[in-house]
T-cell receptor, first 113, second 115 residues
Framework: GNSVTQMEGPVTLSEEAFLTINCTYT??????LFWYVQYPGEGLQLLLK?????DKGSNKGFEATYRKETTSFHLEKGSVQVSDSAVYFC????????????FGQGTELSVKP | NAGVMQNPRHLVRRRGQEARLRCSPM?????VYWYRQLPEEGLKFMVY????????ESGMPKERFSAEFPKEGPSILRIQQVVRGDSAAYFC?????????????FGPGTRLLVL
């Protein structure tokens, strides 16, 4: 079945460091791919998405490119801030009925000043 | 446009009691999804509903759990005879369409604690 694998956390970085969170997926067909962010005690917020191969999603300095050849959707940011500390979830939408989301296990990011 | 609303935000129940979790989707959204987040884990799909219909309940435990989305009012996730293993955060999401490219918008969640 479809699945998503993320790099394990926690990831600890200094402010202004470069961020990469790896995400790979297994899927039949052509799913859409998403990154969601969860701040402590809150729900998930969409960070960015890509709906077809070679699409690049971007938002708030974060980017991810849908790579079908490597089945990956790695999240990157050139210079992280303390306010980026959160848990990041990679997800794919199941092309079956209803487009339910299949999530990775989440990667906790902690940015130190 | 108000976002997805869930209540209560926190719910404490003793073993054997019933838990009712409510979700009001965003205005104009007729598709509702429920997900469960167990401690230290990612989110797992439970059920997908449209108004008055359950479309996909492949992630729902076979016993004690049920969901509905009536013509009027919020979607309800009901857990009967709760056990300690039901302690988790339950998130509702809604979308205007049910296609794989459509964004799902999440509520703040209900954190259930079973004593």
């Amino acid at each position: 079945g479809n699945s998503v694998t993320q790099m394990e956390g926690p990831v600890t970085l200094s402010e202004e460091a470069f961020l990469t969170i790896n995400c790979t997926y297994t899927a039949t067909g052509y799913p859409s791919l998403f990154w969601y962010v969860q701040y402590p005690g809150e729900g998930l917020q969409l960070l960015l998405k890509a709906t077809k191969a070679d699409d690049k999603g971007s938002n708030k300095g974060f980017e991810a490119t849908y790579r079908k050849e490597t089945t990956s959707f790695h999240l990157e940011k050139g210079s992280v801030q303390v306010s980026d500390s959160a848990v990041y979830f990679c997800a794919l939408s199941d092309q079956g009925q209803g487009g339910k989301l299949i999530f990775g296990q989440g990667t906790e990011l902690s940015v130190k000043p | 446009n108000a976002g997805v609303m869930q209540n209560p935000r926190h719910l404490v129940r003793r073993r054997g009691q019933e838990a009712r979790l409510r979700c009001s989707p965003m205005k104009g959204h007729s598709h509702v999804y429920w997900y469960r987040q167990l401690p230290e884990e990612g989110l797992k799909f439970m059920v997908y509903l449209q108004k008055e219909n359950i479309i996909d309940e492949s992630g729902m435990p076979k016993e004690r759990f049920s969901a509905e989305f009536p013509k009027e009012g919020p979607s309800i996730l009901r857990i009967q005879q709760v056990v300690r293993g039901d302690s988790a955060a339950y998130f509702c999401a809604s979308s205007p369409q049910a296609t794989s490219s459509e964004t799902q918008y999440f509520g703040p969640g209900t954190r259930l604690l079973v004593l």
